[in-house]
T-cell receptor, first 112, second 114 residues
C-alpha cells in the first residue's frame, strides 16, 4: 500500500497490550475533537469523538481523554489486536468552522 | 449503504492531461470536502462545499477546480495535470460542516502524473 505512515512517529506493541496514542492540539478555541484510523490503502475511518465539555469518553475498546489545560488528547486502545495496526490521527475543530485541522498521525504496529 | 464512493480508484496521467475525480455520498450530508494526502504531510484541504450550491477554497486549491453537482455529488477537476499533483485524493462528507459531527471519508483515488 502507499506509504501514508512514512516518517510518522511509531508505536510498537504486543498483541493484548493496551496502547496509548497521544496528540497535542494547537487551538485553545477548539471544542470538538475526533480520532481517525487509517489502514493501508484505505481512507480515514472515524473511531470516536469528544466535545470540550467532557474530559473522557468511552467506546468499544477505545477511550479518549481530553486535557484542555495542556491542550492534549489521547486515544487508549484496550487489548490491542493485530487488526488495530494502522495510522491513527486526531483532528480538532472550533465551533462554527467548517474546517477541521488534522494531525500528522502515529503509526501503530501490533506484533502477534 | 455505501457511504462515500470515489471513482476511479487508480489513475495514471501524463503531464498536461485533464481529468475529473468523482465523489458521491449516500448519507444525505450537506457538506463535502476534497483532500490530498502526501507521505508524511497529513491531509490537506483542496476545496470544500459547505452546502449544495456553494464551494470554497481550502489550503491548496491551485491547479484544481470543483463542482458540487447536487447534494450527493462533488467532483474535483485537474485541468492540466502536473507531476506535483501526484497524490492520494480523498473525498469526505459531513452532516453539516459547522456542527460538531465527524467527516466520513471515501477510500481515495491514487493518482500518478508522469
Amino acid at each position: 500500500g502507499e506509504s501514508v505512515g512514512l516518517h510518522l512517529p511509531t508505536l510498537s506493541v504486543q498483541e493484548g497490550d493496551n496502547s496509548i496514542i497521544n496528540c497535542a492540539y494547537s487551538n485553545s478555541a477548539s471544542d470538538y475533537f475526533i480520532w481517525y484510523k487509517q489502514e493501508s490503502g484505505k481512507g480515514p475511518q472515524f473511531i470516536i469523538d469528544i466535545r470540550s465539555n467532557m474530559d473522557k469518553r468511552q467506546g468499544q475498546r477505545v477511550t479518549v481523554l481530553l486535557n484542555k489545560t495542556v491542550k492534549h488528547l489521547s486515544l487508549q486502545i484496550a487489548a490491542t489486536q493485530p487488526g488495530d495496526s494502522a495510522v491513527y490521527f486526531c483532528a480538532e475543530k472550533s465551533g462554527g468552522s467548517y474546517i477541521p485541522t488534522f494531525g500528522r498521525g502515529t503509526s501503530l504496529i501490533v506484533h502477534p | 449503504n455505501a457511504g462515500v464512493t470515489q471513482t476511479p480508484k487508480f489513475q495514471v496521467l501524463k503531464t498536461g492531461q485533464s481529468m475529473t475525480l468523482q465523489c458521491a455520498q449516500d448519507m444525505n450530508h450537506n457538506s463535502m470536502y476534497w483532500y490530498r494526502q502526501d507521505p508524511g504531510m497529513g491531509l490537506r484541504l483542496i476545496y470544500y462545499s459547505a452546502s449544495e450550491g456553494t464551494t470554497d477554497k481550502g489550503e491548496v486549491p491551485n491547479g484544481y477546480n470543483v463542482s458540487r453537482l447536487n447534494k450527493r455529488e462533488f467532483s474535483l477537476r485537474l485541468e492540466s495535470a502536473a507531476p506535483s499533483q501526484t497524490s492520494v485524493y480523498f473525498c469526505a462528507s459531513s452532516e453539516a460542516g459547522y456542527s460538531n459531527q465527524p467527516q466520513h471519508f471515501g477510500d481515495g483515488t491514487r493518482l500518478s502524473i508522469l
